[in-house]
């Protein structure tokens, strides 16, 4: 057997973790999610979902990886060959979300570049017309925008440079990648605090509406959030707990992750909230008007608070290296799981594969910067992070919970980890979680049928949405296809 790749200590491989976990997921999602969905009650139905799905399937995906020193189709492969493809779909996903995840990296760089006093910079407005050039609609491809080339290419260079030597590096980065933004959120969040109208913010975010807690979208949004969050069914988690040595635990590990990254979310509202309820006083108009989650938040609200703020480009500044701090250990995650994936099958080098891996990733890329990127980017996200991530976790819980046996791994899971779990696990793997994931798949199926994603013509979204789908399982299928290489016996 060749030899793994191997973290330097249990720590490295929490922050890596933690890492990939906390991104702009936390920032720009779920504040807005919890604001919308109930407020402070929204809290109830989150931690269900992490424990009920979340801590289950991170649990699971661990113990994949550590049992069986794979990536995730590795994995899969050993546990039963029929189950390959859904690694290398999971992969598929993971790939695609990078694609433009690394895009809106680059738009970050533009910005924390402009924070030093570039010119379109000036009103925040002009990001979608100045930076990235939106077009009139999807069909309008208009021309690419050479910064947001500029900044790709600048971002898939950093991922290469961190994974190229394999997750020893990884493990270096991630101590400061990961207590960074942390530090400098709060930061923002004290200067946030102490803004006028920002008490007013506050409340928008956190005053409970229990009654919401009767909707089933509320609950519905908790477990999607939960998972995107958590960075589930990316094939992420498996290869990284495949450079742990088999002795070593995984349940206090998934305890850990999960609870780090729910905490790193609420705190995020803190500094969101406080902020948006300084803007619209400043402003003196309602804060609901204010209030936009995704890209919108981080360039142009964000900033146009900012720019009224006192020493506003150090704040700027401050606010645009935390995004690339937040964003860029997820985005790598992404690609050690896939390059993972294909040296385990083909047992080419890591500074070979992750090559290939990050020169494809930009060509690709390059789709989203153009004039309608950005629309392409919104259908592309909506279908990967609705059905992608959903139908993986979906089909790992039911091949390894009703068809390789969760007795198993859970026997392996208790003669390593620092505390045991108990049969509950097993239910959840074979019954709980799948059903939430079954029903969120059964909704987002149903909604999308009675209304269609946004306002964009039909033809978009079955090229962005449905096509993208199509093309990764069918390359999933081809790659399950191939035999894999079996390495040369080491002399
Ligand atoms: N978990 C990351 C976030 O919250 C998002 C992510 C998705 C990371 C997919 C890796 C893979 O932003």
Redesign the pocket.
């Known amino acids: 057997m060749a030899h793994r790749d191997r973290w330097a200590s249990r720590q490295a491989f929490i922050m890596a973790a933690v890492g ?8 720009w ?1 779920f504040p807005m999610v919890a604001y919308a969905n109930g407020g402070g009650a929204f809290l109830i139905p989150y931690v269900v979902a992490l424990l009920t799905a979340g801590v289950p399937l991170m649990i699971l995906e661990y113990s994949l990886g550590s049992f069986f020193q794979k990536s995730t189709p590795g994995s899969l492969r050993a546990a039963d060959k029929r189950f390959e493809m859904i690694g290398w779909w999971a992969l598929g996903v ?1 790939t695609t ?2 694609l433009y ?1 690394a895009v809106i990296m680059g738009w970050s760089w533009d910005y924390l570049a402009c924070s030093f006093g570039q010119p379109w910079c000036d009103n925040a407005q002009l990001f979608f017309d100045n930076l990235l050039g939106v077009t009139d609609g999807v069909g309008y491809i208009g021309r690419i925008s050479w910064p947001a080339l500029i900044g790709l290419a600048v971002t898939w260079a950093c991922i290469y440079w961190i994974i190229k030597k394999g997750v020893l590096r990884v493990g270096k980065v991630v101590m400061i990648t990961v207590p960074l933004p942390a530090i400098l959120l709060l930061f923002i969040l004290i200067r946030g605090l102490t803004l006028p109208g920002a008490l007013e913010g506050l409340k928008y975010y956190l005053t409970p509406d229990f009654g919401a807690l009767t909707n089933a979208r509320t609950w519905l949004q908790a477990y999607a959030q939960v998972f ?4 589930l069914g ?1 094939g ?1 988690l498996t290869a990284y707990a495949s450079y742990l040595p088999k002795k070593s635990d995984i349940a206090n590990n998934a305890f850990i992750t999960s609870f780090a ?1 729910a905490g790193f ?1 609420f705190f995020a509202g803190f500094a969101v909230f406080s902020v948006l309820g300084y803007l619209a006083q400043a402003q003196g108009v309602p804060v609901e008007s204010v209030v936009k989650g995704g890209p919108s938040l981080a360039f142009v609200i964000y900033p146009t608070a900012m720019s009224l703020m006192p020493f506003a480009p150090v704040i700027a500044a401050m606010f645009f290296i935390t995004l690339l701090t ?2 860029i250990d ?2 790598f ?2 690609v050690e799981g896939a390059v993972a994936g294909l040296r385990d099958k083909w047992h080419i080098s890591q500074e070979r594969a992750t090559l290939y891996f990050c020169i494809f990733g930009f060509f690709g890329g390059l789709i989203f910067t153009t004039g309608a990127g950005y629309y392409w980017l919104d259908i592309v996200d909506r279908w990967m992070n609705d059905y992608g ?1 959903v139908v993986i976790g979906f089909l790992e819980c039911i091949a390894i919970g009703w068809f390789y046996g969760t007795d198993k791994l859970r026997a392996y899971i208790n003669e390593v980890s620092d505390f045991d779990i108990g049969i509950w696990w097993d239910i959840f793997i074979k019954w709980v979680t799948p059903l939430a994931l079954g029903w969120a798949l059964v909704s987002n199926v149903v909604n999308d049928i009675r209304q269609p994603y946004g306002d964009y013509p039909g033809w978009a979204l079955v090229a962005g949405g449905w096509g993208v789908v199509a093309v990764i399982v069918i390359v999933a299928a081809l790659i399950t296809r191939v035999k894999p290489v079996v390495p040369k016996e080491e002399s």
Do not use: P
């Not at 990939?20 to 920032?27: D, E, K, M, V």
């Open positions: 990939s976990a906390i991104g702009l997921g936390n920032l999602r993971g979300i990078s995840y995107f969050s958590l960075s990316f992420i990254d979310a937040l964003g997820s985005a995650s992404i991530l």
